[in-house]
Each structure stands twice: as structure tokens, then as C-alpha cells.
């Protein structure tokens, strides 16, 4: 039994140090925004922003005032207001008054075989007008020369598509706390840093700022091909990436930031949605992430507490590369290295929403999203 132990600990610690210094290394070489200098006036194509709006009138005003203050020449941002109850409609409208670039689109009634987000894109984008799409959300704040920086950042790279890691608004330490381990898990599990790899499968798509070129985008389908897709945003980068073209990932956090969610019960109920759903519906999947977390997260500090010898040795590495790991993940969102220790809790937090994910879309047999109910059995035919 003690050679078992120290098997398993040391299992643990050679994947913690081979897939962290993977990530630490493959993470490193994504180009910072700040590092693109502002394109040219001349160098600036057409871009046409679109997001969809559902009863966002607590949020989108003030970032809203910062996407029509952009520096940029040449640009147009088309809002949807998907059957919003609230006052999003009258925001929308008022901002119009005051700038033309902005396009409002009204949808009053969701077709059958649509969740709502993709149609709400999918609207937007019939009436872009751009050489490239920027899709983003009702609640992302910008940057004034942010479109001038990612325009040079594609043309540069010769990227067809462009997701950017973007900066969190976080309040409070449970905020901190579940949004850190939540960007480990998803730079550790999902390797993004590999989508810019035509060799790899690895893709990659973010909700708040995913910009394509229009031929890319009416090639792969568009949001047309994404009607059924939860994690439409991913999903998007999925099909770039095996249609061929050439996907682009970047960070910038000082130029791209939101308030994901006030408190982290409402990040809680924001991902129960999503995160069954990312994890293809299946239960096997669900059950592997949750395995998969707790060896990598808990484990090693029940290690270094309860055992002796070599295997106690081999969970300090473990619980050491974790902590670096994570202490960098936070210097990168401008939060204090010491949430690193925070790594089992961030695991329990993330464990109960994909339990309470997966039982309560079972329970319900789908997913309510922005107001409409979906069965189970058809999002995962019109899973991409």
C-alpha cells in the first residue's frame, strides 16, 4: 500500500508539472493587446459590432457609452433587443437618438428550432454591413483604441478569427475566488493557446469579444449552424478551426472587461446552464471533470497533511506547481497571488455547479434560456 501511495502521488505531480509548464509556456507566447500598436486610419476595415440584448437595462448603458467612444474610423454596432421586459429597448433608443453608428433590431418572437443568443447574432449579423464581425455581449466595457489594436493585431498575424482573453470586475472574495480557479480550469483543461496551431484540434471562441472576417463566418455557417448551440461562443471557434481558416487567440484584460456576474450565487445560477451543456450532455463527461478536479486539487493538500515519506514529497510538488500556477493566473486578472490557496474551495465551488448542472437539466429534461425552455434531446442533435 505505501508503494500505492507513492505511485499516485507522484502521478499526480509529474501531470501537474508537465501540463503546467505546457500551459505557463503555451500561455506566455499569446500576444498581448497592449503589445499591438493602433492601426491606421487606412489600415482600419469596416467592422460591424453586434451583441444581443435580453433585459439588460441594469448593465448596458455604461458599456454601451463605451463602444460607441471608440477610436476608430470606420465602424457600426448593431444591437439586438431580444424580447427584453425591462428598459433595454428605451436605452437602446436613446442611445440612437445621440450616434447613428448605432442599428437597433427588435425581435419579438423566437422561430422554433433557435435559443435565443444565436438567433439574436444571427439577426445582427444579416444586417452588418462589415469586412469583419466582432460579435460581443450587452454588458463588455471597451477600450477607446481597443477595435484600432485588434484590427492591427489581425492583419499582422493574418488571423481570420480573433477571440481575446478579457479582465473580470470582481467584488469580494467569493467572486475571487471562483473566478480564478474557473480561468485555471478552463486555460488547464481546454489549452487555448493551441488554437492558433493549424496542427491541433484545440479551438477556441470567447463570448466577450470573438472577431471573424465576414467570408470566414459565411463559410463556416455562421450562427446558423450554431441555432441549438448553449456554448455558441466556443462552438464558433469550433467550426473556423475545421473549416481551415486561421484562428487567433490574445489577452487583454486592461482593453476587454465585464462584471460577469455579481456574487458568486449568480455565478453559480449563470453556469448551471452552461456548464452540462459544455461537457456534450453527458454524464460519463460530467463524472471524468469531477474525478478529474478533485485528484488534481484536493488530493495533494490531503497529501502533504496525512502522508509520510515519498509521498508526501511528491504532493508538495504537486500542491507547489498548483499554487505557482494559479498565483500567475491571478497576477494576470489584477487579483492578490494569495487566492492561489484558494484552489480546493475553487474546485468545491466549480464541482457543485457541475452537479447541480447536470441534475437540474436532467431534472428538467433541457435548459431554460432567456425565458424559453429546450429539451435535452434537441440540443444535443443540434449539438455541433
Known amino acids: 500500500m505505501h508503494y500505492f501511495w507513492i505511485a499516485l502521488f507522484g502521478a499526480i505531480a509529474a501531470a501537474w508539472i508537465v501540463q503546467a509548464g505546457r500551459a ?70 436613446e442611445f440612437a437618438r445621440k450616434n447613428d453608428r448605432l442599428k437597433i433590431v427588435d425581435v419579438t418572437e423566437l422561430p422554433a428550432g433557435w435559443l435565443g443568443k444565436p438567433h ?3 439577426l445582427g449579423a444579416d444586417k452588418a454591413t462589415g469586412e469583419w464581425l466582432l460579435f460581443t455581449d450587452a454588458d ?22 480573433l477571440s481575446l482573453f478579457t479582465g473580470f470586475d470582481m467584488h ?36 466577450a469579444f470573438q472577431l471573424v472576417r465576414r467570408e470566414v463566418y459565411d463559410a463556416v455557417g455562421g ?53 452540462f451543456a459544455a461537457l456534450s450532455f453527458s454524464v460519463p463527461s460530467a ?34 506547481v498548483m499554487v505557482l500556477f494559479h498565483a500567475g493566473a491571478c497576477r494576470r486578472m489584477k487579483v492578490s497571488s494569495w487566492y492561489a490557496l484558494t484552489d480546493p474551495l475553487g474546485m468545491l465551488i466549480l464541482s457543485y455547479i457541475v452537479v447541480r448542472s447536470m441534475i437540474v437539466t436532467l431534472a428538467r429534461g433541457g435548459v431554460v434560456w432567456r425565458g424559453t425552455f429546450y429539451p435535452i434531446e ?6 455541433v
Not at 503555451?26 to 453586434?50: F, N, Q, T
Not at 489594436?149 to 478569427?161: C, E, F, I, Q, S
Not at 492558433?196 to 477556441?204: A, F, G, K, L, W
Not at 478529474?292 to 510538488?317: D, E, I, K, N, Y
Request: charged fraction near 20%; charge should be positive.
Open 24 to 93: 505557463a509556456i503555451g500561455m506566455s507566447r499569446v500576444p498581448r493587446l497592449r503589445d499591438s500598436l493602433p492601426a491606421a486610419d487606412d489600415d482600419c476595415p469596416l467592422i460591424s459590432v453586434i451583441f444581443g440584448a435580453r433585459d439588460e437595462a441594469e448593465k448596458l448603458a455604461p458599456a454601451l457609452a463605451t463602444l460607441l467612444a471608440q477610436d476608430y474610423p470606420r465602424y457600426e454596432v448593431i444591437a439586438v433587443n431580444d424580447r427584453s421586459q425591462d428598459a433595454t429597448g428605451s436605452i437602446l433608443r
Open 120 to 122: 439574436a447574432l444571427a
Open 140 to 161: 463588455v466595457h471597451f477600450a477607446p483604441d481597443t477595435l484600432r489594436r485588434a484590427a492591427r493585431l489581425v492583419r499582422d498575424r493574418g488571423w481570420d478569427h
Open 172 to 207: 469580494g472574495f467569493w467572486e475571487r475566488v471562483t473566478l480564478t480557479y474557473f480561468t485555471v480550469g478552463f486555460i488547464l483543461g481546454n489549452e487555448p493557446w493551441l488554437a492558433t496551431n493549424p496542427r491541433s484540434q484545440r479551438y477556441v471562441g470567447i463570448g
Open 223 to 275: 450562427h446558423r449552424a450554431l441555432a441549438m448551440e448553449v456554448v455558441e461562443d466556443m462552438k464558433l471557434g469550433k467550426l473556423i478551426k475545421k473549416g481551415g481558416f486561421r484562428s487567433g487567440l490574445g489577452s487583454a484584460a486592461e482593453y476587454v472587461w465585464l462584471r460577469w456576474y455579481s456574487g458568486a450565487g449568480n455565478i453559480v445560477r449563470g453556469l448551471t446552464k452552461n456548464m
Open 287 to 320: 463524472l471524468y471533470h469531477l474525478g478529474q478536479m478533485f485528484f488534481a486539487s484536493t488530493v495533494p493538500f490531503l497529501g502533504l497533511a496525512l502522508a509520510s515519506g515519498w509521498a508526501r514529497v511528491f504532493a508538495a510538488v504537486s500542491v507547489a
Open 378 to 383: 434537441e440540443l444535443r442533435r443540434g449539438s
